[in-house]
């Protein structure tokens, strides 16, 4: 928001330099970016009269005039500008003047005639871009005025640097607001006063899109003068405001949206044919904008239309066809109130960004546009005249946004703020900011929140009214004091930064991904699940909620390998969202997810070329798993997961439940991140997991251990898994320690058998095991994986 110092002034005018008050303005936490003077600097120059104006004797394209304006008389001037002629107002520089760039006027002789000065341009005088011919003024200027003085130009424009959520000061007023309550100064706003109409006529309004657009407001003016030039003085504001100046309707237009804030549209009444229907867009329809830029529209813009046809994407630009031309006799003005939500996002998606579209992505008040169309018809009938017609209102009560009242109790000031404010303080600050005061009582105030403020909902936000306002730098620095119990910690909690660490030295890096991911691949990784989409994104490719940690990762792993780093070791911790039967029900899982690809080892002249592959991974999973200690109770199955290869995925699981998944990336997947090797990854449920088994000593036996080495001849397809639990349960409470070293298929063993060689190691806690019990419990496994999976000794 950019605005002129001058301006403001005329709302409120405290005691302070321009710079001073830009200080004051970023305290209070809207932000001032520059503070720039509105014109070059220049002096020397004063209104000028053409009084006399003849060629020159000796060059076709220069012409001689008689110029008032010097304080000793006419003086003669020398002028190359198409638009000199005898009657016109204009800057003169005299003898002496100096010009910005550090440019000094001098007598001088053009083609043989003497010239005592210079007319000037705008663009000479740094006050706008025409530079066609010498810069007309207005024909009531006081010939002979120092330009500086006649044009108000020794002021300041500011530009303050507003975050989002403060859209009520996009406009003079919220400034000015602002302002009076920092320096306790009455605010002085223009008198707008309803125009009372001329005319019967009006112009129907229907609203078939109620929710986006609840509110609309529209009038006619007949018979205007466009011809008629915008006051110098407003396109002085709008100029130094950074708008140009193109016609009184729209120039009148955007005055009032720099004002007030409330964004407005005038069109060609003639160009209009039935009535308006703000109306959703119809998928492929054509508007031509007013930039000249054709767009096809998308089925969620919101539009201006009539029986014919958009006319305007609703808060964003108008249409070509329907626009102000210097042919129009008859108007139609409209303001409206948008719902953010309908606007947010549109002006991108069509490589947009207006002063309008600004202001309604962030929330413009819902009760200001009576107030902008009687303040733009009172310029218009002042500059170009013309016969009002009624206002016409529209509105949809139920689709409105909701009264919002607040209480604010007083002892939460005290332990929000740090700070004791007296209570006539605070309600004068909250009053003043607008809030209307509803009641008191013991525990404090209850407010109703203006229409303005969109950012005003919960009792911190009065907190931090009352703080800005009170003034950061007026809060003392103070040390809390608190009682703090140490909070005692499960201690079979498994901390995730042990989990982190463990992978870090594993030689993982961490990677940290978007919580938000594009529709398309989520489709990839989670095909069976509907993401949660945003209703306000950043952009196409950031739109729905990951439902998987997996996705990211390897869109991490693409971006590196496009940098030539070809191994790596990935892993992010992080929130997916599974979407429940509703909002309410959306779950919030915590995950940890790990990527490797490329080499087993580093580069280097020790280590190998190997890839990694499947028992990478694992071993990497197990290692983790091994924090909580629970031994049998985790489990691989072999699984199936839409991203993973069908034929290296396992599923992990604690007690029989899924806790997370491990394999290699699928093929397909593969293919489309156009990835040479495969990757492996996994993503694990940290709250699935639950605690680790808490340690119990048991004492060392000092009798010998005994062990037996079993190969049982089994099914190709039997998990060795399988196999191994079978046997650790068939073994007896003796059995110390159990390991699979072989698995053999090939010559000597049937086709569809393999062989399993596992090393069984008992040990009695108070005496030495003997045969009998030995054998019995070798004897009791192998019968146990005959039974179960028609198993022999080898």
């Not at 009076?180 to 706003?189: E, H, P, S």
């Not at 309004?205 to 609840?214: H, K, Q, R, Y």
């Not at 990478?616 to 072999?638: M, N, Q, R, W």
Request: with cysteine; net charge negative; aromatic share 6%.
């Amino acid at each position: 928001m950019k605005f002129s110092n001058a301006w403001l002034r005329e709302w409120v005018n405290p005691d302070l330099t321009a710079q001073q008050l830009a200080d004051q303005i970023t305290m209070a936490g809207l932000e001032v970016d520059a503070v720039e003077p509105v014109a070059g600097n220049f002096s020397g120059v004063v209104v000028g009269e053409i009084v006399a104006c003849e060629q020159h004797p000796d060059a076709d394209k220069l012409r001689v005039c008689k110029v008032k304006g010097h304080p000793e008389g006419e003086m003669q001037v020398v002028c190359g500008a198409p638009n000199a002629r005898v009657g016109i107002k204009i800057p003169f520089a005299l003898v002496g003047a100096a010009l910005p760039g550090d440019f000094k006027i001098k007598k001088a002789k053009l083609r043989g005639v003497e010239s005592f000065g210079m007319l000037c341009s705008q663009t000479e005088l740094e006050l706008g871009t025409d530079n066609d011919g010498i810069w007309e003024l207005p024909a009531d200027a006081p010939t002979g005025a120092d330009l500086r003085e006649y044009l108000l130009l020794n002021d300041s424009a500011i530009e303050v640097d507003l975050t989002p959520n403060r859209s009520d000061c996009l406009g003079v007023a919220g400034i000015a607001r602002e302002v009076g309550v920092l320096n306790r100064c009455a605010v002085t706003a223009p008198a707008i006063e309803p125009v009372a109409a001329t005319v019967d006529d009006s112009f129907p309004v229907s609203l078939l899109a109620e929710d986006a657009c609840p509110r609309y407001v529209g009038r006619i003016i007949r018979n205007i003068n466009i011809s008629t030039a915008t006051p110098l003085w407003m396109q002085e504001r709008l100029r130094r405001s950074g708008v140009r100046s193109i016609d009184p309707v729209v120039d009148v237009t955007n005055y009032v949206l720099l004002e007030l804030g409330q964004p407005m549209h005038a069109f060609d009444l003639a160009k209009l044919s039935g009535g308006i229907k703000v109306r959703m867009a119809e998928q492929g329809e054509k508007l031509t904008l007013l930039d000249e830029q054709e767009v096809e529209l998308k089925a969620d813009t919101l539009l201006i239309a009539d029986e014919k046809g958009p006319l305007a994407i609703a808060g964003i630009m108008g249409g070509l066809d329907s626009s102000v031309t210097e042919s129009t006799k008859d108007i139609f003005l409209e303001s409206a109130f948008f719902s953010p939500l309908a606007i947010a996002g549109k002006a991108r998606s069509y490589g947009l960004h207006t002063d309008s579209s600004h202001r309604f992505e962030r929330g413009v008040d819902y009760r200001l546009q009576e107030k902008a169309i009687e303040r733009a018809t009172q310029l218009l009938l002042d500059i170009v005249g013309g016969e009002p017609g009624p206002v016409h209102l529209r509105e949809v009560t139920e689709s409105m946004p909701a009264e919002r009242r607040i209480t604010l109790r007083r002892a939460r000031v005290k332990t929000g703020l740090g700070i004791d404010l007296a209570d006539s303080e605070i309600v004068d600050i909250l009053t003043r900011l607008g809030l209307e005061k509803l009641s008191e009582g013991e525990e404090g105030w209850s407010f109703l929140v203006p229409s303005f403020r969109f950012d005003i909902s919960i009792e911190a936000d009065l907190l931090e009214e009352l703080a800005r306002v009170y003034g950061y730098n007026r809060i003392p620095s103070v040390s809390f004091n608190a009682a703090l119990d140490i909070v005692p910690r499960a201690e079979a909690a498994v901390a995730q930064s042990r989990l982190e660490q463990t992978l870090l030295a594993r030689g993982y890096q961490e990677a940290i991904t978007f919580s938000f991911i594009d529709r398309d691949t989520s489709a990839r990784f989670d095909p069976e699940v509907a993401p949660v989409a945003l209703q306000n994104p950043i952009s196409a490719e950031l739109s729905v909620m990951r439902t998987t940690l997996m996705a990211g990762l390897v869109k991490t792993l693409q971006y590196n390998l496009n940098r030539q780093q070809d191994r790596l070791r990935l892993f992010e911790t992080g929130l997916r969202f599974v979407p429940g039967q509703s909002v309410q029900e959306l779950k919030q899982e915590r995950m940890i997810a790990g990527l490797i690809y490329g080499t087993r080892q580093p580069e280097g002249w020790t280590g190998g070329k190997d890839l990694v592959d499947f028992f990478d991974i694992k071993a990497d999973v197990e290692a983790l798993l091994a924090h909580y200690d629970a031994g049998a109770e985790f489990s691989f199955t072999p699984a199936k997961h839409p991203a993973l290869h069908p034929g290296q995925c396992a599923q992990v699981l604690r007690k029989g439940v899924p806790v997370g998944i491990i394999g290699a990336l699928h093929p397909q997947l593969q293919q489309a991140y156009d990835l040479p090797k495969s990757a492996y990854l996994f993503e694990l449920s940290l709250d699935g997991m639950g605690e680790a088994k808490i340690p119990s000593f048991s004492p060392l036996s000092k009798f010998p251990e005994v062990r037996r080495d079993l190969a049982v001849l089994a099914d190709a397809e039997t998990p060795v898994g399988e196999l191994a639990q079978t046997a650790v349960e068939a073994a007896g409470e003796y059995l110390t320690d159990f390991n699979i070293f072989d698995v053999y298929q090939g010559k000597g063993i049937d086709f569809n058998r393999k062989s399993v060689a596992m090393g069984l190691t008992f040990q009695h806690p108070s005496r030495t095991l003997n045969d009998e019990e030995i054998n019995a419990a070798v004897e009791a496994v192998v019968r146990q994986l005959e039974n179960k999976y028609n198993a022999s000794l080898r």
